[in-house]
């Protein structure tokens, strides 16, 4: 079946300009996570979406950083007045339930600010 | 806190070598523990996990991990190594979300 896939697979910006950047989950997967993954750096969680739930957004970096999630399904990972620290590669991940489950992760975004 | 360590930033093996990757956390309750992979250019694959139960585990590729709770420690190991097995490979903790090492590169001479 269809794996996770992130749209767009490669975005360069200016500096101080707004991004999205999009998840669309495996079918089913009440999970929905995501990551930062820097040059040299490992991956960095970013919130988290369980179902109908309030995210778990402890790991964003700042108020610049937010997401959301639209019908259980498609993600949404918005990032306002891009810095050039934000460049990285940024992954999306599902899973069946939260917990106890491992998460299958789709090719990533690779975010470059100019 | 929760955290993983992979103490090794860069190994280099001969090909057909035996292979041992270190992977050290630190996880406040019962760890749900992973290995994935991450070839160039790829997302990451998941290698093994580990729950509950034996604690030696097996995963794909010929690669099986120890989880050894004394030790705080899953170290991901394979008995003969193969050219096609250079990448990333990074070890996390964690449920719901996932802690992850800052990863270990593996590079396979001849």
């Known amino acids: 079946g269809a794996g996770v896939s992130q749209s767009p697979s490669n975005k360069v910006t200016e500096k101080g300009k707004d991004v999205e950047l999009r998840c669309d989950p495996i079918?089913?997967?009440?999970?929905l996570y995501w990551y930062r993954q820097s040059l040299g750096q490992g991956l960095e969680f970013l919130i988290y979406?369980?179902?109908?739930?309030?995210?778990?957004k402890s790991g964003l970096p700042s108020d610049r950083f937010s997401a959301e999630r639209t019908g259980g399904s498609v993600s949404t990972l918005t990032i306002q007045r891009t810095q050039q620290e934000d460049s990285a590669v940024y992954l999306c991940a599902s899973s069946p339930l939260a917990d106890y489950n491992e998460q299958f992760f789709g090719p990533g975004t690779r975010l470059t600010v100019l | 806190a929760q955290s993983v360590t992979q103490p090794d930033i860069h190994i280099t093996v001969s090909e057909g070598a035996s292979l041992e990757l270190r992977c050290n956390y630190s996880y406040g309750a019962t760890p749900y523990l992973f290995w994935y992979v991450q070839s160039p250019g790829q997302g990451l694959q998941l290698l093994l996990k580990?729950?509950?139960?034996?604690?030696l585990v097996q995963g794909i590729k010929g690669f099986e991990a120890e989880f050894k709770r004394s030790q705080s420690s899953f170290n991901l190991r394979k008995p003969s190594v193969h050219w096609s097995d250079a990448a990333e490979y990074f070890c996390?903790?964690?449920?719901?979300?996932?802690?992850f090492g800052t990863g270990t590169s593996l590079t396979v001479i001849p």
């Open positions: 580990y729950f509950s139960g034996d604690t």
């Open positions: 079918s089913g997967h009440t999970a």
């Open positions: 979406f369980q179902g109908n739930s309030a995210p778990d």
């Open positions: 996390a903790v964690g449920a719901p979300q996932f802690y």
